[in-house]
Nanobody, 123 residues
């Protein structure tokens, strides 16, 4: 199983970015995909997740109303649209696969992880 997260970069406060997570070696159709982030000196934090089966979602309070997670089962890809970005959103963002149906933001529940993509929000 390989997960490729990409789309990070440098953006000004208030700006937007879209992250993508593409999977190979596994069909995501029956799993839950999560996005996590880790800022320097902080613990990894669950940001959002989506059930690839029915499309139901879950968000951390810190990103509700600003971030949107979406899936494209045909492309075996999950996206994270990030709007109204703030400096505190700066972190390395990771995608991960939970081989089950639970829409959890708890990192230990996830079985496979991709490499991270860096998002920097700064003026």
């Amino acid at each position: 199983v390989q997960l490729q997260a990409y789309g990070g970069g440098l953006v000004q406060p208030g700006g937007s970015l879209r992250l993508s997570c593409a999977a190979s070696g596994v069909t995501l159709d029956y799993y839950t995909i999560g996005w996590f982030r880790q800022a320097p000196g902080k613990e990894r934090e669950g940001v959002s997740c989506i059930s690839m089966v029915i499309g139901s979602t879950n968000y951390a309070d810190s990103v509700k109303g600003r971030f949107t997670i979406a899936r494209d089962n045909a492309k075996n890809t999950v996206y994270l649209q990030m709007n109204s970005l703030k400096p505190e959103d700066t972190a390395v963002y990771y995608c991960a696969v939970h081989a089950g149906y639970i829409r959890t933001l708890r990192a230990p529940m996830y079985d496979y992880w991709g490499q991270g993509t860096l998002v920097t929000v700064s003026s």
